[in-house]
Each structure stands twice: as C-alpha cells, then as structure tokens.
C-alpha cells in the first residue's frame, strides 16, 4: 500500500484514507501541526491556506516557542501549560509540580500493517497489506515525556485509526492527568455536533446539536460506556443529511468512563479530543514506563451520514469483530429470560427447546438463575457453580437434553458482579470494588469485582472455563448490570489509586482475551443491562452485543437506527418477544416484532407454550423470512431511509448486496392515521442502470427511478403494521 506519503520538502505527511485525506505537518521548530482533514487535495504544504496569524506567545526568537501562535496553534497532540489554552491532548504532573507538555518532532516511521495495542482491544489489519501505519517519534525535552503517535490507514477505507503510546524517558515519576487518543482541530465552527444519548431501556437515542462557542461534550463517568452516552460523536455540516454533506466520525475503542470534547475557540475553530475521561484518572509513569492509549477511529464521509456509517460498518465487521464466528451466520436463539425470569428448571428449559424445534430455532440460551443460591436478583452472583438441586439434573445432562431436542445451547454469565449475599464475597470480601471507610453502594443488590486483581481475573477463567468444558455449550452472554460506584482497590498501592478506573478495564479485557482465545468456537455476545456497553471494544471480543432490554418493535426502531450510526447491523441483539411488551405494556403485530427483529442478529425470548396456533404459523413465516434475507442484512450495505425521530408515522430502512442484485427494504407503520397521504419512499444504494423489479408490488424499474422518484409505501391498515419488500435485478 501506499497510502502515507511523506513530502520531505515541506515535511508534510499526506495520509490517503480511501477517498479522504488528512495532512500533518512538522513545523520548522518541530511542532506536529494538523493541516488538513476531508475530501482528497493535491498540494502539500497548505500553510498559505490557513489562518496562522496572531493570538499570543509568539517568540520567533526563541527556539522553545511554536513557529505559529500557539493560541491558535491546529495541533496534532497537543500539550497543555505552554500558551495553548484550549483543552489539551495531554498533561502530566512533574515531581516537581509542574506540569507543562510541548512535544516536538524527533523521528518518524512508515510501515505495512498495523501494530497490535498492548492490552487493549483495537482494529487489525487482515494482512499486512491491508493497512499502512505512520508512527511519530515526539518528545518533551524538559519533563522527559515521550510518544509515539500511530495513524493506520486501511486499504480502500476512509478511516483512519489512532492512538499514542506515552513513556517516561525521564529520571523521575510522572503523573499522567489527562491523556486523550486523539485530537482534531477544524478550521471553522460551522458543524452540528451528534450525540447517541439514552437510558436503560431506551439506548442510542440520536440527537444533533449546533456547535457553540466554548466547550460542549459527551461523556461516561460511570465506569463502563454507558446506555446514557455511546462513546461516539459526530461533526457534521449543517446542512448534511445521510446522503449528502461532510460528516467526521469519532468512535473510540473503549468500554470505560471516556470523554468526548469538541471547543469552539476565540478564532471559531474547533478542537475535537476524545479519550479515557480524566474525571477521577490519574496514572503513575515511572522512569522507563509506558502508557497505552485506546484508540480512536476516525472516518470522514462526503456524503452524508449514511456513508460514515456503512464505513464503520464495514471496518468494525472485518477489521475489529474476530474469530470463527466473525462472518457466520448466527444461530436463530431462544432465550429464557422474558420467557420465566428467574422461575424455571431443567423440564421447562427441555419444553421450550422442544416447541422451538418444530419452529425452527436453533439454539436454546438459559439465562440469568442456574448457579449458585439465585432465585431473584438478592443473591448468588459470583458462584458459578451449577445448582443442580434448582435445575433438577446436573448441566452436562441438561444440555444433552436440549442437544437431542435438536438444538444448541448457550448459557448466562455475569462475571464481573458480586452479591454480598454469596459465598464468593463471604470469603474474599476484598475482591469487591468499596473503599474501606465509607458504605458500599448496591446496584440491582450487587457490587463490582476488582477486575484488576489477577486473584480475581484467575477465579473467573478458572469458573467459566470449567463451567464451559462440562458440557457442549455453543454460546455465552455476558451480562454486567451496574455501573461502578467506590472506585477503590484494596490491592493498589495509594499512589496508584485512581488508575483503579482503566486498570479494571484492562483486567477484563485480559480474562475475556483469554476465555475468546481457548473457546474458539463458542458464540460471545455481551450485553449490559440490556445495552450499557455496546461500544466497539467490546465486539473486538464478542462479535455481537445485546442492543436493549427493551423488546418492543416501536421503540426499537430508535433503539436499532441510533445504534446502526455506528455498529454493523450484524453486531445488533434483537428478539421477538410477548406482547403486551414487557417493557412498554405496547401490543405490536407478531409479524412487524419479527421484521423488527430482523435487522440484527435475530432470535425469540417469550414462552412458547403461550402461543396459539396461528403464532406457531407466524413463527414459522419469519424464520423463513430469516433464511431468505438473513445473507443480505448479514452481508450487505444499510441504508437509512426514513428516521423514526423525524416521521411519527414511519420508519424505513434498506439493504442491498455488494453486487447489487438484490435488496429488502423494510418500513413500519409507528402510528396509523387515517386518510393520511400517501408515503413515498426513495431507495438507495441500487445501480442506477439496473432494472429491478420490487417482488411484492410485481413493479419492475429502473434503479435510478426507484432512487430518484421513489415510490408509495404500500398502505397497511392499523398501528404498527410493516411491510417487507424485495427488490431482484432483472437487468
Ligand atoms: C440484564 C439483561 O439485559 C437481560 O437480558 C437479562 O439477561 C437480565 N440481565 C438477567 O438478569
């Protein structure tokens, strides 16, 4: 590949991701300056281009200060305390107290390939000329702080991954206060800025916001990436929409507390940095040591919305998900949990997985309540041992049963949690989060383990993996139902304290690094009380995620087009469940809680021995309707065609085949009002040469008049109906 160039001239390195450049600069003084970010550019040096004048603290003098105003300084990974007072990309704390960092330019590196990130989950390259890396060499010649930023562009791709390994190549401990993975300065303040916000059972919600003068961001304190903001943000121009203008994806590769800030500053620039949220952070990097930040990947799109998001989509589906279960269709699922909640054994498990056979469900998953004392939420968390006497057989027994009823099965875990109530936290009180002086607070009745103690990180390998070798166990949820509160380890030293927050991150990472690498083929899926941590790390591990608790088709269809911005539709939990909903008391139509449910991975969490007979027969409809499409939702390209924020009555949306020869195109009826007029929808993403003929309205047309004129939604009788449509090219 050759995708960085480096100008020696003018000491410009072009970065070309797919159709986008970003240009960076080392100044005469060795300041890395950020030139340029967006549609391809032929020039180098863009210096006359931008506005370097003015501001303050400008000496050009005196070697130690920046060639440009370092007020206004476009900087690539900027320092705090030397005359730039926007927000910084990094800080330390000297021993003496000070804490000024000003990194200038000491070598560089251009290489195929993409280095791994020590501990932290991150984009790979499939081959190694797949991806092309620059690594710059920066160095504080006065507090001893060194670092080296990574870019790696990937073949064909606009995006571009980043993060900065930090070391302390002085004499003496510094603190690391602040340290962001990435920071982007734009020339203007003319972006709205998009943040997918919610709260259980109501995740990913999108909204877009002006940018403003001054500071505004998005953020997690809460230990983990949160249902209340995705660790994701968006610039976009004013005008964009998800066909049209440019847009600047942020996505960071982390399921802790982070932070996202975007500063308007006096000039109306914009400074983007995102990263660990230094709220309650601090690392301690003693002479010789490193600090690995997450990465940050960030994606440019010309066009619209839509295009950013098919661009994570397709990254985060082959360079970030692994593993055996990365390209393979997912088993259809029946999971317990909506189904009995904690009330079930052994013969009503056996009885569901009978009833799913005849429908064609391929995997039984027993959730939350089969191991230790668990028969409510108060207590057992923590001993992963099989309770037999609840279960009435052991689980190996179990499983075959379900096994020879024709279906695979997949089991709950929620490792990370411990009830007081149980014997894990009667013999080792310490391998809870609390800090010793002050009360614990519960959530759901339960506490956080100390994820980073290998005392800790070892029972929970040793538990699973033996919980996973007694039986023929296809799949595993991995629950997490509470956010951390005393963030405090027992077995840090004080000093080390506040790293409690990223060193817990880490720990886990560590556990599920090693469970994914010895379960090869055991089906991960992470979940979160529902979805509070749907975020990329977490599919570097488990190739899908739990998108919400809340099952109703309706409110899905926020839910699942908030989370589409982002993650690839094949990343997405989705379930058909009972109605009335469980969540929202809604009565949906049987077949529109299966359209719904399509677009994602796909599976039922309701008793069947409910059902009537007709509910078998539309069961059995969808699960054909699953086969029939499942290679193109799996596959293809998604397409936003109507927001379910922006229209009260519809929502639709699109797939299409890389070859364009066939799409499914989906829309349903949020509300019904009668004599309401008619609703065109316009598809996307077709050929516009092509000729394809729409099965269900036996209409067959050009691609470009199905993009350009559209055509009427066809008109469904009640609230929530939907309708499936097929588009095969004909021509
Ligand atoms: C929260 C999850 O989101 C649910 O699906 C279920 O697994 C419960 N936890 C079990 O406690």
Redesign the pocket.
Known sequence: MDAIIFHEESKTFKLIAGESNYVLQITPKGQIAHRYWGAPVRDFDLRAMLDLAGGACIDENDENILDESNETFHAEYPGGGAGDWRIPAVTALAQDGSSAVDLRYVSHEIFDGKPALKGLPATYANSSDEAQTLAITVKDKYCGLSAVLYYTVFDGSNAIARHSVLRNDGDTPLSLNYVMSVCVDFPSMDYKMLGLYGAWARERHVEWKPLRRGGQNIQSRRGFSSAQFNPFTALAAPNADEKSGEVYGFSLVYSGSFLIEAEVDVKETTRVVMGINPYDFAWKLDAGEEFTTPEAVLVYSGAGYGEMSRTYHKLYSKNLCRGQWRDKRRPILI?N?EATYFKFNADKLVQLAKLAEKQGIEMLVM??GWFGKREN?HSGLGDWYVNEEKLGCSLDELVNRVNDAGLKFGI?F?PEMVNPDSNLYRAHPDWALAMPTRPRTLGRNQMVLDMSRKEVQDYLVERISDILNSANISYV?W?C?RFITEAFSCALPAERGREIWHRYMLGLYGVLEHLVTAFPKVLFES????GARFDPAMLHYMPQT?AS?NTDAIDRLKIQYGTSFVYPIRTIGAHVSATPNHQTGRTTPFMTRGDVALQGTFGYELDLAKLSEGDYDQIEDQVDRYHEYQKVIFNGDFYRLISPFDDLTQAAWMYVSADKKNALVQCVMQIMTANHPPRRVKLQGLDPAGFYKIEELGVTMHGDTLMNLGFIIPEVYGDHQSVCLTIKRKG
Do not use: T, V
């Open positions: 999971n949990w959730d939350d939420d709950w929620e949820k629950d139902n979940c979160a009380s529902g739990w608790d």
